[in-house]
């Protein structure tokens, strides 16, 4: 005997998908890892907070830096990464990124020992 066919229920009556805020969090925070150097021994890796409305995420980012460098040009780069790829993997839109720099160390590794 042939198996009954089955009905297609259209996408709109199967049910929702929810990722939870932590989730988003931590693509967001490794996405800001994707386009930064590595934090100085002993600092930390970027990390995030995310409010999910719906289909959109706020998403605020904590981020260590080097100095001198072009931060401002870092934080650029980091908000368009966030909101590039939690779109491209969550299908959410992102029309907030704070990027919050904690902390600036040296870059230059000779330059850090104590007088």
Known sequence: MAPAPRAVVP??????TRIADRVVAKI???AARE????????G????????????AARVWIGLELGYP???????????RQVTDRVGELTGMTVPEVTVLVERLYRADPESR???
């Not at 386009?35 to 002993?42: I, K, N, Q, R, T």
């Not at 930390?44 to 289909?55: D, K, L, N, Q, S």
């Open 44 to 55: 930390r890796a970027p990390h995030a907070e995310v409010t999910v409305h719906g289909p």
């Open 69 to 79: 460098s072009d931060i401002g040009g870092q934080c650029a780069l980091v908000r």
């Open 11 to 16: 996408a709109a009556e199967r049910g929702a």
């Open 113 to 115: 020992r104590t007088r």
């Open 35 to 42: 386009v930064l150097d590595a934090p100085p021994e002993g």
């Open 28 to 30: 967001a925070a490794r």
